[in-house]
């Protein structure tokens, strides 16, 4: 991952930008296997996206946090990344999911 902020365009919710935390600054890589050596879902997710020729994401704001991951994979892969749309969670009247 690049030690830069991440934007995000998303169609809902404009550009986002994801800055860094002061852990990601220092060492700004993130796990992509596991130590039992299976993927984990930041790259089976991209790796699917690209292998079935994905051109929109649409999915809950609560993953709007991983897509800076995404993104960055795209980018490793060569590949342009989908259009992303983060929407608002359909929530339980007690606010559950």
Request: proline fraction near 6%.
């Amino acid at each position: 991952m690049t030690r830069e902020p991440v934007t995000i365009p998303d169609l809902v919710a404009g550009d986002v930008v994801r800055k860094l935390t002061d852990r990601e600054e220092a060492d700004p890589d993130f796990v992509i296997v596991r130590s039992d050596g299976k993927p984990v879902f930041h790259l089976v997710n991209v790796v699917d996206d690209i292998e079935m020729d994905i051109t929109h994401v649409i999915r809950g704001e609560d993953h709007l946090s991983n897509t800076s991951k995404h993104v960055e994979l795209f980018k490793a892969f060569g590949v342009e990344a989908p259009k992303f749309a983060h929407i608002p969670l359909i929530l339980n009247s007690d606010g559950s999911k």
